[in-house]
């Protein structure tokens, strides 16, 4: 597709069930990135890939999120055990190297989770 | 650590209003700014940069320049439309190691009527 692609576009599940949302991003992009944006508030960085691997991994707010990107295309993020708290807007980015600054970086429209 | 802080809204113009949202920034060094958009039901997207003191961003009608003095990077439109109602993030690259790492406000929703 010409954009980046996110799966499900909303997520409904109870506390403490298991989660994973997908990410499809620019076909050639190498860098990939994840945010989280809570109601009222700005996205906020969890991770970022070059490649396949993780180069950045700071802003996972604790051990039952994880993400993958195997192949270095297609990126999952994993939630386990998940707790009210974690409902938010969840935001994949791609860019065609690491933005180093330039900041372009092009945004999927979201997987927006809902934890009951 | 870095941070932004934009004007609360919502703010709500007529058309052909002249719009500022306010941006301040606290970083160490030099870093890049940004403002991203977000329409509605779409992804958010660039709309204008400055990657140094004194640059000055514009796209769209809208322009933003770089103040290192005041750590600001204020947005403006002359005129604005009702196809600009959106939300607006203010945001920050860090210079140096960590420079992918964006850090943005909390959003300004616009919306404009006819």
């Known amino acids: 597709g010409a954009g980046v692609s996110q799966t499900p576009s909303n997520k409904v599940t109870e506390k403490g069930k298991y989660v994973e949302l997908r990410c499809d991003p620019i076909?050639?992009?190498?860098?990939l990135y994840w945010y989280r944006q809570s109601l009222g508030q700005g996205p906020e960085f969890l991770i970022y890939?070059?490649?396949?691997?993780?180069?950045?991994d700071s802003g996972l707010p604790n051990d039952r999120f994880f993400a993958v990107r195997p192949e270095g295309s297609v990126s999952t993020l994993k939630i386990q055990r998940t707790e009210r708290g974690d409902s938010a807007v969840y935001l994949c980015?791609?860019?065609?190297?690491?933005?180093?600054?330039?900041?372009?970086?092009?945004f999927g429209e979201g997987s927006r989770l809902t934890v009951l | 650590g870095n941070s932004v802080t934009q004007m609360e809204g919502p703010v709500t113009l007529s058309e052909e209003a002249f719009l500022t949202i306010n941006c301040t920034y606290t970083?160490?060094?030099?870093?890049?700014l940004f403002w991203y958009v977000q329409y509605p039901g779409e992804g958010l997207q660039l709309l204008l940069k400055?990657?140094?003191?004194?640059d000055k961003g514009s796209n769209k009608g809208f322009e933003a320049t770089y103040r290192k003095e005041t750590t600001s990077f204020h947005l403006e439109k002359g005129s604005v439309q009702v196809s600009d109602s959106a939300v607006y993030f203010c945001?920050?690259?860090?210079?140096?190691?960590?420079?992918?790492?964006?850090?943005f406000g909390k959003g300004t929703k616009l919306s404009v009527i006819p």
């Open positions: 980015a791609s860019s065609l190297y690491s933005s180093g600054g330039r900041g372009e970086l092009f």
């Open positions: 076909s050639g992009h190498t860098a």
């Open positions: 890939f070059q490649g396949t691997g993780a180069a950045d």
């Open positions: 970083a160490t060094g030099y870093p890049s």
């Open positions: 400055a990657t140094k003191a004194d």
């Open positions: 945001a920050l690259s860090p210079s140096g190691a960590g420079s992918y790492q964006l850090t």
